[in-house]
């Protein structure tokens, strides 16, 4: 029997961990093969944290790579491997543009 496999697909950072987190971490435990694809890097989302307006497109243009970061340590804490094309396209700086 092949080993189980999940995949989940959300739109930006945050939403696995707001919508699916539990159940990543509770099939990863059971040794299931997951996958997870983020559609985008949360770039153009809006800011909701006063402290971090500065990061929006309309200003500085780092909130991508700050979701990102939030992302990878919120893969970290649910104890989900992150594979290395996931953190190639991150370091190459790739887009579906």
Request: hydrophobic share 40%; charged share 25%.
């Amino acid at each position: 029997m092949s080993q189980p496999r999940l995949l989940l697909v959300h739109a930006h950072p945050d939403d696995e961990t707001i919508n699916n987190g539990v159940t990543m971490a509770k099939y990863v435990a059971q040794g299931c093969q997951v996958t997870l694809v983020t559609c985008t890097r949360g770039e153009e989302g809006e800011v909701l944290v006063p402290e971090l307006a500065h990061l929006a497109s309309s200003h500085e243009d780092r909130l991508g790579a700050h979701r990102e970061f939030e992302l990878k340590n919120a893969m970290q804490e649910l104890e989900f491997p992150i594979s290395d094309f996931w953190e190639h396209l991150i370091r190459s700086g790739a887009t579906a543009e």
